[in-house]
């Protein structure tokens, strides 16, 4: 009987050492004063709200209990984000923008995306330097490819789509099941169907009838932009694509836009502003080019004269550095 009681009382104490390990306390700063109360939600479960706080002084505290660690979010009223985190077992500070200190993943989450970057050779290029981040990231994920800390490194670290897909499989069901992933894995595996060395994908303007293909594989290398006149980023690479086709067009080069969901007295004012000396393609649809994978533009595509996709998802001086490559300086 002596030992029924001790049993009993041992297993209560076990009890309540667990419940308190699994407590959490976060503390957090909202810079807006407009910002009165905050709530906290777990993300790919709906509009669920796990707990709310009201900001005194620009800080708030939820304390509460999780049975495990979720991805989760600080959002106001307007379900602006304000924060993304893990939520886990622990003393959590929020820190601005979307990190957190405190608990386990998150502090390997934050050492992840700050820290680790810092500490990469230097005197390496950026496209080395990126390559060596990917590698750490995925042998982190790879650690932790069934739980939150896993979820945020394939959601906010991995850039490659065709990366995105090829870890999304070795995922456990956190993964599998997280409602984000869920929706866009066909996108993924569209992008990875259309990725480097892979042949187009025509696509036909409904407006006029014209095709990529009335370009693509002809024997020129062709440099196509995926762009609209009311998207700013789109706007701002222009520039670049004008100096390229200048620089290249008596060396072989054809360069075409593509103008996506665009009125087309529209997109005729902002060439015109913007001195687009290039053919365009007007009417085509977000439907069209998620063909290739393509989920926002700017996306610029370099194909081969035989039409293969040479280098996707150029920007910037990465336009003159993929061409310079095929072309010399």
């Known amino acids: 009987m002596k030992q029924t009681i001790i049993a009993i009382l041992l297993a209560f104490v076990s009890m309540a050492s667990q419940a308190q390990e699994n407590n959490y306390t976060i503390k957090g700063t909202v810079d807006d004063p407009d910002v009165t109360v905050v709530y906290l939600e777990q993300q790919g479960r709906g509009y669920e709200t796990l707990d709310s706080a009201i900001v005194t002084n620009g800080e708030f505290t939820m304390k509460g209990k999780v049975d495990k660690p979720v991805p989760a979010v600080v959002i106001n009223k307007y379900r602006n984000v304000l924060n993304l985190f893990i939520l886990e077992p622990g003393d959590i500070t929020l820190k601005y923008p979307f990190s957190a200190v405190g608990g386990t993943l998150n502090d390997s989450l934050t050492y992840l995306a700050t820290e680790y970057p810092q500490s990469i050779d230097s005197t390496l290029t950026d496209e080395a330097r990126s390559k060596r981040f990917e590698q750490y990231a995925e042998a982190m994920y790879l650690r932790h490819k069934d739980d939150a800390l896993g979820l945020r490194i394939l959601d906010m670290c991995i850039a490659s789509p065709t990366d995105k897909l090829r870890l999304y499989d070795m995922g456990g069901p956190m993964i599998k099941e997280y409602p984000s992933f869920v ?63 200048e620089k290249y067009k008596e060396r072989g080069l054809q360069v075409l836009g593509l103008i996506v969901n665009d009125d087309k007295e529209d997109a005729d004012k902002a060439i015109e502003q913007m001195g687009i000396p290039y053919p365009q393609i007007f009417g085509i649809t977000f439907e069209q080019i998620s063909s290739y994978g393509i989920n926002g533009i700017p996306h610029i595509i370099l194909f081969s004269p035989d039409g293969t996709i040479l280098k996707r998802g150029l920007r910037g001086d990465g336009i003159e550095k993929a061409l310079a490559k095929v072309f010399g300086e």
């Open 183 to 245: 929706s866009s894995k066909e996108t993924w595996a569209k992008y990875e169907a259309t990725s480097e060395g892979k042949k187009m994908l025509d696509i036909q303007s409904a407006f006029d009838g014209k095709r990529l293909s009335d370009y693509v594989g002809k024997g020129k290398y062709v440099l196509v932009d995926f762009w609209a006149s009311w998207c700013p980023p789109c706007r701002e690479e222009i520039p670049s694509i004008v100096a390229a086709h």
